[in-house]
């Protein structure tokens, strides 16, 4: 029998980071034939057709049902993590049963598994990535539970060590090395002519993510020094230009020409690429001539990696500045393409400038992120600068020195054949498992839609109050749901507002999840002798209440008397001698008659007093033709 391997990360099939690491680490595993895997790629529907183009089974993380799918989007918190996996992983391990289970996200994205009761039961390897001190407080609580704790960066695992989790050790991302190389000479120069970039232009290329941890305005600035001693530089940047940094506003700032800004158009028609300067998205191709099909590409579609390859073949030197990153797998591929890379020598970035790596450590000065207090790094423009001039200068053969040793090291410590053999090894020595997944239950923890929550003058305290007090959820400050409130508060949105819409989820979530078994809430011998008084309102009225419970007791000796009310009011109750069992308020107990067993229901209670109701409402004075009216008790009842 093959050992079957459960990996949760981004599809093979996705143009990010770890989306390129399944496709890498997940083709080699497949090509030994000695496990059967499945991938459960996060962000898909579980079903998605475009997933069976792999060749081992992929399956998505979100429910095929577009209502269930409605439900989760409710709560942006809810929807995140289980975009992430968090919605069906008991599903999928109880269907799957691995033998080995692997997680590959931000720490945020996988911890939830960690508690699981199945998590050490099976072979479990958290493989993440940490990019910034101190390190997360969650990744460091959960440290001792993780037997098999690896960290994309050496960065963070000496972080951890240092707080005494020896046992964590740095595993990188891997890379398909033999997709990324120096191409010859009159390759690289037929290249340049296809993109309109002549021979004598200096090419300083940054391949990325466009979002706020790059540094790009660094980057202008550092880069507008430069063009002011070698005019022929232009700025290649291959990213997105539809979200993050709007680099032309930058670039006016800093005095930048747009013209000398080139980035990578991508067609969707004939998947072919064009590098020229930005004109807008949905452009006509001009390769094939389709309309609207080119535009800058993105983690939904993007070059091949062939081409990508060709892409940093333009580049004379690779530029980094970042304000930390998990890995930055773009660094690694320019280091396979031979070119000098400047990389921010911080978080990951500290290990890709050690001695051999073929990279020039850039300056940068520290500074605390707001709201997170992580340390982050602002790379130096002036370092930028004299580095990229550093580089400019340097003899030829130096610079094939440094690349020949740049490809090299990123071979001995990032390929996928020796990051693939540390997971084969992994999987080999890992034991069949006979782990009961019959017994594996979806995990749903209870929400306090009445708890109690203190007006904090903070907002952020506040909101994550509310996550933590009404929804039972240690949500923090990264979460899309945390990040999507604190804009509402922003937009002026009222408290009681966001308060009350958390407290109807935490009410939904409780009736689906929990709904409310009588039988299991009273005694089995008092059957037929059971008196409910239901009060779920406000301490004043329970308090106002309990007057009555004498005279209910003495009008009904040989009945108990059970009180339902909202749990936040049972410290009211809890010594009153009259009282037998208190109850915990549904909405469906505003039905008396089918608590007393009225048609085909059956009885629960002989008498159901239910003050708080108005008679138009419902009928309270039935009872089962048992209640007695008698003037001289204060209950009438």
């Not at 598994?113 to 460091?140: H, Q, Y």
């Not at 964590?168 to 891997?174: D, L």
């Not at 090299?408 to 053999?421: L, M, P, R, T």
């Amino acid at each position: 029998m093959k050992k079957k391997v459960l990996f949760q990360s981004d599809s093979a099939l996705a143009k990010t980071g770890f989306g390129r690491n399944t496709k890498a680490l997940l083709s080699y595993l497949y090509k030994t034939g000695k496990y059967d895997i499945v991938s459960y790629c996060c962000g898909n529907a579980y079903s998605t057709p475009a997933l069976q183009r792999t060749p081992w089974k992929s399956i998505g993380t979100l429910p095929d049902d577009p209502n269930q799918q409605a439900q989760i989007g409710k709560d942006p918190g809810q929807a995140r993590m289980a975009s992430y996996g968090a919605y069906l992983i008991d599903q999928v391990i109880k269907q799957e049963k691995p033998d080995v289970y692997i997680a590959v996200q931000d720490i945020w994205g996988v911890d939830f598994a960690i508690d699981k009761p199945w998590f050490n039961e099976i072979s479990s390897v958290i493989w993440t990535t940490l990019d910034s001190l101190p390190i997360l407080p969650s990744a460091v609580e959960k440290a001792p539970k993780i037997k098999n704790y690896w960290i994309w960066s050496n960065f963070a695992t000496k972080a951890l060590h240092d707080k005494g989790h020896n046992h964590v050790k740095t595993v990188h991302g891997c890379l398909e090395t033999d997709n990324f190389y120096r191409l010859d000479d009159e390759k690289r120069k037929q290249l340049r002519a296809n993109n309109n970039i002549s021979d004598d232009d200096y090419i300083v290329g940054f391949v990325f993510r466009n979002q706020l941890r790059k540094s790009v305005p660094n980057l202008m600035e550092g880069f507008k020094k430069f063009q002011k001693d070698v005019p022929k530089a232009k700025l290649l940047l291959h990213t997105h230009w539809g979200e993050g940094w709007n680099i032309h506003k930058l670039a006016d700032e800093h005095g930048v020409n747009k013209d000398d800004i080139l980035t990578t158009y991508y067609c969707k028609s004939c998947y072919g690429y064009k590098v020229k300067p930005y004109v807008g998205q949905e452009q006509k191709c001009d390769l094939c001539g389709a309309e609207k099909s080119m535009g800058t590409t993105n983690v939904g579609g993007g070059v091949s990696e062939s081409q990508l390859n060709e892409i940093y073949n333009l580049m004379d030197v690779y530029c980094h500045p970042f304000t930390s990153g998990g890995q930055e797998i773009p660094i690694q591929e320019a280091k396979l393409t031979e070119l000098v890379t400047l990389v921010t020598d911080y978080s990951c970035g500290e290990e890709q400038c050690e001695e051999g790596s073929g990279s020039i450590a850039l300056e940068w000065s520290k500074y605390t992120e707001h709201q997170t207090e992580f340390i982050k790094a602002s790379t130096c423009p002036e370092s930028i600068y004299n580095n990229l001039l550093k580089v400019y200068h340097m003899p030829k053969e130096e610079l094939q020195a440094m690349g020949k040793m740049a490809r090299q090291w990123v071979i001995d410590g990032f390929s996928v054949e020796v990051i693939g053999k540390i997971f084969e090894d992994f999987i080999d020595n890992a034991p069949a498992t006979t782990y009961d997944f019959d017994e594996v239950k979806e995990e749903k923890k209870r929400n306090f839609p009445e708890a109690y929550v203190e007006n904090i003058p903070d907002d952020s305290e506040w909101v994550l109050s509310l996550y933590k007090k009404i929804l039972n959820n240690e949500n923090n400050i990264h979460d899309d749901g945390y990040k999507y409130w604190m804009k509402q508060i922003a937009n002026k949105t009222e408290r009681k507002n966001i308060e009350d819409y958390f407290r109807k989820v935490a009410k939904e979530h409780n009736e689906k999840h929990f709904p409310v078994k009588m039988e299991d809430l009273l005694d089995k011998d008092d059957n037929g002798k059971r008196v409910l008084f239901i009060m779920p309102g406000s301490k004043k009225d329970v308090f106002l209440s309990t007057s009555l419970f004498k005279s209910i007791k003495e009008k009904y000796p040989e009945y108990n008397l059970y009180i339902s009310t909202k749990p936040e009011n049972n410290s009211l109750l809890w010594a009153n001698e009259y009282v037998h069992k208190t109850i915990p308020y549904a909405e469906s107990f505003d039905n008396s008659l089918s608590l007393e067993g009225a048609g085909q229901a059956k009885e629960h209670f002989a008498i159901v007093f239910t003050p708080y109701l108005t008679t138009q409402k419902f009928s309270n004075y039935i009872h089962n033709m048992k209640d007695r009216i008698d003037k001289d008790y204060l209950c009438t009842f």
